[in-house]
């Protein structure tokens, strides 16, 4: 069975029945291969494999190559089934229907309208078609007697930092239909929130919610700029910020580390981080500390103090489920249920939705890890 579709329990109670959120995941990282394999099939598109279970190992084969290329390459074969309209609402739907199938609550669906062009479809029909199949995920959720929240995140590629104003304003245009904020992904190094400044200060007008990949592929400097140019809320990944820890000195149970004043602004501002644990291992993002979970620098952030929450970047590359990404850390950290309560919370809190709407949420997890 594929880890999306496992149950994965913590002492006896099924991690995938809890209520979860899920904050930082890539539309076009989180395709069913069969649908990719249809999709393919309709519109002519050549793939690496047909069959959709071997499709889905390529993919887990090319993350795990220890190569942000062949890692990049991944992207190529789900974006190219993602250019029409019916192609993006099935993707979307699809997409919330297994989040809710994971337990999620509410989700934000993060993805680049720009690279959705290339056959024919304006960047405000991309939105709509994206929207379009949110919107009938989540009647036929509620239909059944379920709950799901979905927004959009619209993602501005920092390579093509001439088109962020465009993008900024796309999402400005759609945020009384779906769209929740703002994010800003591609290559971290060379391209800091700064050479975007104009649009960040546009957005900051228009009090539309950002965050920005910093931290996974950059280091301190990177996050800066986030902060300070990109005025980000939350931080995607940011794991990288444990550079500015020093560590005074370690004993069996316990590591003492002082914060740089980066990193305590980020603890005091309860500024949230969007880890992404197999993510997180398979870009090199924690290399610095090792290439296990264990060796993540989560745990340190958790135990300061952060406000850190789980995440998973994208499903497919990565086979993975917010409920498996729960599962690795507590199987590698020791968590219990309260653990994984605190990290919903966080997540709670850090939604780019209004406080009344946040505290609903906050309702319903408690709800939900109370009856357990
Ligand atoms: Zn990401």
Known sequence: MSAPDREYLLSGVSINALPKISLHDHLDGGLRPQTIVELADEAGV???????????????????AGSLVEYLKTFDVTVAVMQTADQLTRVAREFVEDLHADGVIYG???????????????????????????????????????????????TSLRHNPAQTMEIAQLAVRHRDAGVVGFDVAGPEAGFPASTMRAAFDYLAGEYLPVTVHAGEADGLDSIRSALFDGRALRLGHGVRLAEDFVVERQDDDNTYVSLGLLSQWVKDREIALETSPSSNLQTGA??????????????????????????????????????????LLTDTFGYDLQDLETFQLNAAAAAFLPLEDREELVDRIALGFDAV
């Open 46 to 64: 050549e793939l690496p494999e047909t069959d959709a279970a071997r499709l889905g190992s390529w993919f887990a084969r090319q993350s795990n």
């Open 108 to 154: 934000e669906i993060r993805w680049a309208p720009e690279q959705h062009l290339t056959r024919g479809l304006t960047l405000d029909q991309a939105v709509e078609a994206v929207q379009a199949g949110i919107d009938q995920a989540v009647a036929a959720v509620e239909a059944a007697g379920g709950f799901i929240r979905v927004g959009q995140l619209i």
């Open 286 to 327: 924690i290399a610095r500390w090792g290439e296990t979970i264990a060796e993540h620098p989560f745990d340190l952030l958790y135990q300061l103090g952060f406000r850190v929450t789980v995440n998973v970047d994208n499903r497919l590359m990565s086979g993975t489920s917010l409920s498996r990404e729960l599962s």
